[in-house]
């Protein structure tokens, strides 16, 4: 007879098993805090979010565009609310639509190349999904096209003194977003958005 028809159910069962093994194994959670591989993020207000986007409309009024640019990506909200989260959305999509197309892949170059211009375009690909989903209707009401802007030869259609409707204003708005998310990919590489789907900060 074999050992294993030697056993009956009653041996079987999980009652052999009277040591924690892991709480032996060196990788187990038990044996170190798991709420250290998502360190805590700063909170941020939505008067926060205002007055960093007063500071943004400031320097496109100074005609610095790429530092308005700048200003939001270097800021990016991971930990707030609600509003304070949609906000800054909103300040990213202004900032976009005014940018003229023919700047847009010699101003993202010039922020890749500069210390720290990697980790900004992986928040801008991340500002440019949540524009979209918001665009397309996948979480909440599309990105909203400022009504005072200075017109600009941007070659989107959103910068029109005509009333929009919503679907145009969601058109326009994706429109933009889809020729930014281009030009990233091009500037950045596809690891641009390898990164941004895999990283546990969302904004």
Not at 47 to 57: C, F, I, T
Request: hydrophobic fraction near 35%; charged fraction near 20%; include cysteine.
């Amino acid at each position: 007879m074999s050992i294993i028809q030697q056993h009956t159910s009653a041996s079987l069962s999980d009652a052999w098993r009277t040591i924690n093994i892991d709480a032996l194994l060196e990788d187990s959670t038990q044996n170190f805090d798991v709420s250290t591989l998502h360190p805590p993020l700063p909170e941020t207000s939505e008067s926060e979010v205002r007055q960093l986007a007063g500071q943004v409309r400031q320097l496109l009024r100074g005609g610095d565009a790429e530092g308005a640019l700048r200003g939001c990506l270097e800021f990016p909200v991971y930990n707030g609310e609600h509003l304070a989260k949609e906000a800054h959305l909103q300040t990213v999509i202004e900032v976009l639509q005014s940018i003229k197309a023919s700047e847009m892949t010699p101003m993202l170059q010039r922020i890749y190349g500069t210390q720290g211009g990697s980790e900004c375009l992986d928040v801008l690909m991340k500002y440019l999904y949540k524009g979209m989903a918001s665009a397309s209707g996948g979480s909440g009401s599309a990105p909203r096209t400022p009504s005072r802007m200075t017109p600009q030869q941007t070659g989107f259609s959103q910068m029109g003194g005509r009333a929009h409707t919503a679907t145009e204003s969601a058109g326009a708005a994706m429109s933009v977003l889809l020729s930014w998310h281009e030009k990233v990919v091009e500037v950045a590489g596809q690891g641009c958005i390898v990164r941004t789907m895999t990283d546990w900060r969302k904004v």
